[in-house]
Antibody, heavy 119, light 110 residues
Framework: EVQLVESGGGLVKPGGSLRLSCAAS????????MHWVRQAPGKGLEWVSS????????YYTDSVKGRFTISRDNPNFSLYLQMSSLTAEDTALYYC????????????WGQGTLVAVSS | QSALTQPASVSGSPGQSITISCTGT?????????VSWFQHHPGKAPKLMVF???YRPSGVSDRFSGSKSGNTASLAISGLQAEDEADYYC??????????FGGGTKVTVL
């Protein structure tokens, strides 16, 4: 069974940093591209970042460029999102999701981890 | 990258058919057939309903169908059921190698 379990969310002060993790199981992690997608309270889904299966291709939405870093550890079936210079606008439920290819939409999603940025 | 445009809400009675539109630009929907639709029940993980404009993943009911014309994609739901009540999001790959979502459509079964 495909499972994606996010962790690392929490309450952080503006300007602070946080590292999200996503533990994958039930599929060949190294064969899939991965995404981070977020949903702010009362808002819609927003794509954040994606990374290809071998980390060759990495992309970010404009609002997080220079502040967020996506990475993966294929032998350990893990995806990460290092977030820094956090603002209130980054408050959201963060989902990790897998995609069959670099240009394919995510086909399985985790349940999300909540990040709250507040003083 | 601006969000794709979806109607905020669509409603229908059980058994009826509804259509949700998703309008983008020549930089996203108009450039690729990489349009997907997700169903999202609050508190649950989003579920892929349609990918590459009109293909359904295994296990998704054939009551759901997708199409595209120019810069606009559509999701049709036929034989509306109570369990279809959820938020629906479209998404498209873009010419910047990024993804953009629509604002979401709340489907209500009357």
């Amino acid at each position: 069974e495909v499972q994606l379990v996010e962790s690392g969310g929490g309450l952080v002060k503006p300007g602070g940093s946080l590292r999200l993790s996503c533990a994958a199981s039930g599929f060949t992690f190294s064969s899939y591209a991965m995404h981070w997608v977020r949903q702010a309270p009362g808002k819609g889904l927003e794509w954040v970042s994606s990374i290809s299966s071998t980390s060759t291709y990495i992309y970010y939405t404009d609002s997080v460029k220079g502040r967020f870093t996506i990475s993966r550890d294929n032998p350990n079936f893990s995806l990460y999102l290092q977030m820094s210079s956090l603002t209130a606008e980054d408050t959201a439920l963060y989902y990790c999701a897998r995609a069959p290819t670099r240009v394919a939409a995510p086909d399985y999603w985790g349940q999300g981890t909540l990040v709250a940025v507040s003083s | 990258q601006s969000a794709l445009t979806q109607p905020a809400s669509v409603s229908g009675s059980p058994g009826q058919s509804i259509t949700i539109s998703c309008t983008g630009t020549s930089s996203d929907i108009g450039s690729y057939n990489y349009v997907s639709w997700f169903q999202h029940h609050p508190g649950k993980a989003p579920k892929l309903m349609v990918f590459d404009v009109s293909y359904r993943p295994s296990g998704v009911s054939d009551r759901f169908s997708g199409s595209k014309s120019g810069n606009t994609a559509s999701l049709a739901i036929s034989g509306l059921q109570a369990e279809d009540e959820a938020d629906y999001y479209c998404t498209s790959y873009t010419t910047n190698n990024t993804w953009v979502f629509g604002g979401g459509t709340k489907v209500t079964v009357l």
